[in-house]
C-alpha cells in the first residue's frame, strides 16, 4: 500500500491515530485513477489538516462494480439476515470503543464542539446501527388472502447498489442513518461523503473491514458532487440514491438519475417554524428556540430558524430568548469544553451567514443581536466564526423570512390568532420540522396537523430521535429516514402467485 494512504497524525487536542486518505473500495484503500485529492481544512483556524484523494468518475465505476459483484456474493447475498444483524451489532461496540477519536476527527475536520461530536454525534451514530442492526431479521413479506386456488405471498429484496450522498454539518451520522437500514436489508453501497468533511467517514471504513463486512459491501469514496456524487447519481448500476443536502442540488440529482429511473431518497433544505403561544412556558420555550437555531453552529435541516410568537408573550419570549443566546452561545475553539459554537464549516458558509445579515438590515428587519463582522476568536485572525444573528420585525415577504440560511440566524415575528400563524408557519416553499409551545392539549394537536411538515415537535425542537421517521414534505424532501419507516427505502417487494389448481 502506498504509505501516503494511512497517514499518522496528531490531532488540536492531543490525540494520535492513522487517518486513511484513500478511497475505500473492496475493503482496501486505493489512490484515485488521476492523483487528485481534496485539502480538508481545520474550521477553527483555516490550516490543512490533510489531502484525501478524490474519486474520479472511473473510480466511482470501480466502487460500483464491487458493490454489484458483492451484492450478489454468497458471502453477503446468502448471510442469514441474523448474521448480517450481527456485523452491525459488532460495528456499532467498533464505533464505541473508538469514539474519543472519531468524536475527534469529527470536531477538528467539522468545527463542531467536542462535547456535541462526543455526546452527541457518536452516540446517535453507534445507536442508529445498532436498532437498524435489530431489524436485519425482522423484514419479511406477507401471505396475502385471495381465492382458494390461489397462494400468494411477498418476500422483501435488497433494492440494489446504493448510492449514498452525505452532507457536511454531520458527516458520521448521516452516513449512519443511511448505512443503518441499508445493510440491514441486504443492500451494497457505494457512499460519498461532502467534500468538506470526509476524515471520520475514512477513519469509520476501518471499522467496517474489522467488523467482518464482506469485500464491497460498502465502498467509500471522497470526491467532487459535480464529479463523484454526479457519477454514481447517473450510474447504471447504482439502483437508488439516498442524498442529504441542499434542495437545488437534490433537483440536480433527480435529473442525473431520471436515466435509469432510480429509487430515491432526498432530505433537503428548510425554514422550520417555532410557534410559541400566549398559554406557553416562556422559559421552556426560550430554551428549546435557542437550541433548535443555535447548535450546530445553526447547521441543521431542521433548525427552527422562523420564531412565531403571539403578542401576549412576545416581549417576554425576546427578553428570554436573548439571554440564552447571551449566556449560552458561547462562540470559540470547538475543543474548548466551555464552547456552545464553534466556526462554520467553511469559508463559504461563513460568508453566507454574514452576506444574509446585510439582507435582512437591507430588507428593513432589526437586528437585534450578532454582528455583520466575521468574529475573531482568541485573539487569533483566522476560523469561519460568526456571531449568532437575531432579527425582529421580520415579514414573510423578505428574504430572511424564506431562504433558509444555515447558520446562527433566528428571525422572530408577532402573530395574534392560531389561524394566523398557521398561514405564517405554512407560508414556506418548505416542509421539515415545525415546533409548537402551548400548554392547550386540543390546540397543540390540532395545529400539529395543521402545518405542512414532516415533524412536529410539541414543546421541544429538533429532538430527533433514531427510533422515529424523519424527512419533509414539499421542497423539503422525498421518503422517510431513520425510525421503521426508514427501511421502506431499502428493500422491494416481491409478489410470488402459486397456482394450486391442476387444471385452467
Ligand atoms: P450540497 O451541494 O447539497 O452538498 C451535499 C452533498 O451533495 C455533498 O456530498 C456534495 O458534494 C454533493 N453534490 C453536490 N453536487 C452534486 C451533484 N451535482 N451530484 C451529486 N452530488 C452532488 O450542499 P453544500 O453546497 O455543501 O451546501 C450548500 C447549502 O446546502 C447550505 O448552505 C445549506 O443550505 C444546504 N445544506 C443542507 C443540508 C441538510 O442537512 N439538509 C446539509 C448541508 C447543506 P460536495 O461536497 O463536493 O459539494
Ligand atoms: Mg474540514
Known amino acids: ?83 448480517r444483524g450481527k456485523l452491525l451489532y459488532r460495528l456499532a461496540q467498533l464505533v464505541d470503543d473508538h469514539r474519543e477519536t472519531l468524536a475527534t476527527i469529527e470536531t477538528w475536520d467539522n468545527g463542531k464542539p467536542y462535547s456535541a461530536s462526543l455526546g452527541e454525534d457518536m452516540v446517535e451514530v453507534s445507536e442508529t446501527l445498532r436498532y437498524y442492526a435489530g431489524f436485519a431479521d425482522k423484514n419479511f413479506g406477507q401471505v396475502i388472502e385471495t381465492t382458494a386456488d390461489k397462494f400468494a405471498y411477498t418476500v422483501r429484496e435488497p433494492v440494489g447498489v446504493c448510492g449514498q450522498i452525505i452532507p457536511w454539518n454531520y458527516p458520521l451520522a448521516m452516513a449512519a442513518w443511511k448505512l443503518g437500514p441499508a445493510l440491514a436489508c441486504g443492500n451494497t453501497v457505494v457512499l460519498k461523503p461532502a467534500e468538506q468533511t470526509p476524515l471520520s467517514i475514512l477513519f469509520f471504513a476501518n471499522l467496517v473491514a474489522e467488523a467482518g463486512f464482506p469485500a464491497g459491501v460498502v465502498n467509500i469514496v471522497n470526491g467532487l458532487g459535480s464529479v463523484a456524487g454526479a457519477a454514481l447519481a447517473e450510474h447504471p448500476l447504482v439502483a437508488k440514491i439516498a442524498f442529504t443536502g441542499s434542495t437545488a442540488t437534490a433537483r440536480a440529482i433527480m435529473r442525473s438519475a431520471s436515466g435509469t429511473l432510480k429509487n430515491m431518497t432526498l432530505e433537503t433544505g428548510g425554514k422550520s417554524p417555532l410557534v410559541v403561544f400566549d398559554d406557553a412556558d416562556v422559559e421552556l420555550a426560550a430554551e428549546w428556540a435557542h437550541a433548535g437555531i443555535m447548535s450546530n453552529q445553526g447547521q441543521i435541516c431542521t433548525a427552527t430558524s422562523r420564531v412565531l410568537v403571539q403578542r401576549g408573550v412576545y416581549d417576554a419570549f425576546l427578553e428570554a430568548f436573548k439571554a440564552r443566546v447571551r449566556d449560552i452561545s458561547r462562540v470559540g475553539d470547538p475543543f474548548d469544553e466551555a464552547t456552545f459554537q464553534g466556526p462554520q464549516v467553511t469559508r463559504a458558509q461563513m460568508e453566507r451567514v454574514l452576506a444574509y445579515v446585510d439582507v435582512g438590515v437591507k430588507e428593513g428587519a432589526t437586528l437585534e443581536m450578532g454582528g455583520r463582522e466575521r468574529l475573531v476568536v482568541g485573539g487569533q485572525q483566522k476560523g469561519f466564526y460568526v ?118
Request: charged share 20%; proline share 4%.
Open 387 to 504: 456571531q449568532p444573528a437575531v432579527f425582529t420585525n421580520v415579514t414573510p415577504q423578505m428574504r430572511v423570512f424564506q431562504e433558509e440560511v444555515f447558520g446562527p440566524f433566528v428571525v422572530l415575528a408577532a402573530f395574534e390568532s392560531e389561524d394566523e400563524v398557521v398561514a405564517l408557519a405554512n407560508d414556506s416553499q418548505y416542509g421539515l420540522g415545525s415546533a409548537v409551545f402551548t400548554r392547550d392539549l386540543t390546540r397543540a394537536h390540532r395545529v400539529a396537523r395543521r402545518i405542512e411538515a414532516g415533524m412536529v415537535w410539541i414543546n421541544s425542537s429538533n429532538d430527533s430521535d433514531w427510533r422515529v421517521p424523519f424527512g419533509g414534505v414539499k421542497q423539503s424532501g422525498i421518503g422517510r429516514e431513520l425510525g421503521e419507516a426508514g427501511l421502506a427505502a431499502y428493500s422491494t417487494i416481491k409478489a410470488i402467485h402459486v397456482n394450486m389448481r391442476s387444471k385452467l
Open 1 to 83: 500500500m502506498p504509505s501516503d494512504l494511512i497517514v499518522r497524525l496528531t490531532a488540536p487536542n492531543g490525540r494520535q491515530y492513522d487517518q486513511p486518505t484513500g478511497l475505500f473500495i473492496n475493503n482496501e484503500w486505493v489512490a484515485s485513477s488521476d492523483g487528485g485529492k481534496i485539502t480538508s481544512i481545520n474550521p477553527s483556524n483555516e490550516q490543512d489538516i490533510i489531502a484525501v484523494h478524490a474519486a474520479t468518475t472511473q473510480d466511482v465505476d470501480l466502487a460500483v462494480r464491487a458493490a454489484h459483484q458483492a451484492l450478489r456474493h454468497p458471502s453477503w447475498a446468502s448471510l442469514a439476515a441474523s448474521d
